[in-house]
């Protein structure tokens, strides 16, 4: 068994006006120092499944089995995972400000956050949360341990939370948009901060995000996730190289490229995202498909499935089809 695995994994939200599958069926499997990139758009189900994994779910229907170090999460007593959260699993979350408390210092939080798994002195823990600054690139960590998270930019602040992310060298580290709203020169410094930790403590790293740019610097294996579901599968060059799927194809073509000259816009992939509520008949993405035609009907009545050898995608479109579609007509024009 992988060290995290997931299987069909569910996450439903009851409403008034009616079940939110956010996520409906989702596997997939991490070992120790590799990095899985989640990408998709916006409620996609991404944060989702970070979140449930970390079971910080309220209100929500979870099934399905979620395995850490061949613990199962999915119906664990809830102190048994507050237990494991920060010692052998911690996240980075989306927005730093939003996630550090104002009232208290970066300093008070890491070293509350150290002490609940530790039994050591506050100084024996002040001590480690001054480290721990240190080495996530924090000037001064000696003064600015005892400052305010107002007190620092946007750059600084998402490497207090990585640092106290990290204060118990967890063995799985999630970074949920760990780049969102920072320089491009910020953003930078902050993946090769996550890489540079992870060959460290060789965490096993799950990096969700949009940004496809994220993902190529920092993955090993990618997850497309379309609708609550898994749409395509496999090693980060694989992914990139020779995808498999009609919205990985989209995704590519809505991504700006520096490598090449264009002489056209960007391509932003037709239509929206479906409700979470009404999905559609058949393959989520066939209203928005310029190749759901091409399948007999099967887009509109069969929901796919992942089919293939480590590559995998959920297209009713045949190998071969796709293969073609991607080097004469996707590829050429990207």
């Known amino acids: 068994m992988s060290f995290l695995e997931l299987r069909d994994l569910r996450v439903h939200f009851p409403t008034d006006d009616g079940l939110v599958r956010s996520v409906d069926g989702l ?23 970070s979140l449930a994994i970390l079971g910080l779910h309220r209100g929500a ?21 507050r237990r494991l959260r920060g010692r052998r699993m911690a996240m980075i979350f989306q927005d730093p400000l939003s996630s550090l408390h104002p009232y208290y210092t970066v300093g008070r939080q890491i070293i509350e956050a150290y002490r609940l798994h530790n ?28 400052d305010y998270p107002h007190h620092f930019s946007g750059g600084m602040r998402q490497r207090v939370m990585i640092a106290m992310a990290l204060s118990c060298d967890p063995e799985l580290l999630i970074a949920d948009e760990p780049t969102t709203a920072l320089d491009v020169t910020v953003q930078a410094q902050i993946l090769e901060l996550i890489r540079d930790l992870q060959e460290e403590f060789s965490s096993a790293v799950v990096v969700i995000t949009h940004d496809l740019g994220v993902v190529a610097e920092l993955a090993d294996d990618i997850l497309v996730m379309y609708a609550g579901r898994a749409v395509e599968y496999g090693r980060a060059a694989e992914v990139f190289e020779q995808p498999q799927h009609p919205y990985t194809w989209g995704l590519l073509g809505s991504m700006p490229r520096l490598d090449r000259r264009r002489s056209e816009r960007l391509r932003p992939i037709p239509g929206t995202p479906p409700s979470l509520i009404t999905l559609p ?54």
């Open 27 to 49: 596997s997939f499997s991490l070992e120790r120092g590799r990095t899985l990139g989640i990408v998709g758009e916006s409620g996609s189900g991404k944060s989702v499944t």
């Open 61 to 81: 229907r979870v099934s399905g089995e979620i395995w850490l170090g061949g613990q199962q999460l999915v119906g664990a007593p809830a102190e048994e995972v």
């Open 119 to 146: 039994k050591v002195t506050r100084q024996v823990a002040r001590k480690h949360a001054i480290d721990l600054l240190a080495r996530v690139g924090i000037p001064q960590p000696q003064s600015r341990v005892d």
């Open 281 to 334: 008949p058949g393959c989520p993405f066939h209203p928005r498909c310029a190749y759901a035609g091409h399948n007999g009907g099967a887009s509109e009545t069969v929901v796919p499935v992942l089919t293939g050898d480590g590559h995998q995608a959920a297209c009713h479109l045949p190998p071969e089809a796709r293969r073609e579609i991607w080097e004469h007509e996707i590829r050429p024009a990207l």
